[in-house]
């Protein structure tokens, strides 16, 4: 019996993406390029341990015109982790949505409070966009107008998604499927509504 991917190779490993098992040069090349990989898959997690990330220089960050501290990340902690679950969980709630969707999602949701012209996006950022506003709708509810006011105005948000955006771009894998980015944003999830 052969690799069904390749036709030529042993199949070694199970691949819980195609239900079949393949060999391990097929799981390596197709690895979040041609297969979309479960983010549970224990191959994709043992790859993850050895995934080298590229820095980016200020200059190559996103939107660097807008200034992201670590006192003020510090200061907005709380801000922070609510935003950061928003993201992750319109980003699961768009089906066949990557690490690409979220960070063109995330690019479109600051231009629009930027007030720029905003490009084209696919069907699944613009699910993202529509999952995030109603999650961020949700958020805002629960909040006085005093805390509203001092703790989630406009340009708090803004700071905060230009720092999730540089963060989703920071973890880019370069794979056409990849979901690094996702994969932290499920373990943030996880660790901060007390699942994991």
């Not at 790859?47 to 510090?74: C, G, I, N, W, Y």
């Not at 690490?99 to 409070?113: E, P």
Request: glycine share 4%.
């Amino acid at each position: 019996m052969s690799c069904p991917v390749c036709r030529i190779r042993k199949p070694k490993r199970p691949c819980p993406a195609l239900n079949a098992d393949i060999c391990s040069q097929c799981c390596g090349e197709g690895r979040e390029h041609t297969i979309s990989c479960p983010l549970d898959c224990e191959f994709l997690l043992e790859a993850r341990q050895h995934e080298k990330l590229v820095p980016m220089t200020a200059a190559e960050s996103p939107h660097p015109d807008v200034e992201v501290t670590e006192q003020f990340l510090l200061q907005y902690q709380t801000q922070l982790i609510l935003l950061t679950n928003a993201v992750f969980v319109s980003s699961v709630s768009t089906p066949n949505s990557n690490d690409s969707h979220i960070r063109a999602a995330l690019n479109a949701i600051i231009l629009a409070r930027c007030e720029e012209p905003l490009p084209a996006i696919s069907p699944e950022a613009q699910s993202i966009v529509a999952h995030f506003a109603e999650n961020l709708e949700k958020l805002r509810k629960g909040l006085t107008d005093d805390a509203r006011a001092r703790f989630w105005n406009d340009a708090i948000l803004l700071q905060l998604l230009v720092f999730l955006h540089r963060l989703a771009v920071g973890r880019d894998n370069g794979r056409i499927r990849g979901r690094a980015f996702t994969a932290f944003l499920e373990d943030h999830f996880k660790k901060t509504m007390g699942g994991g």
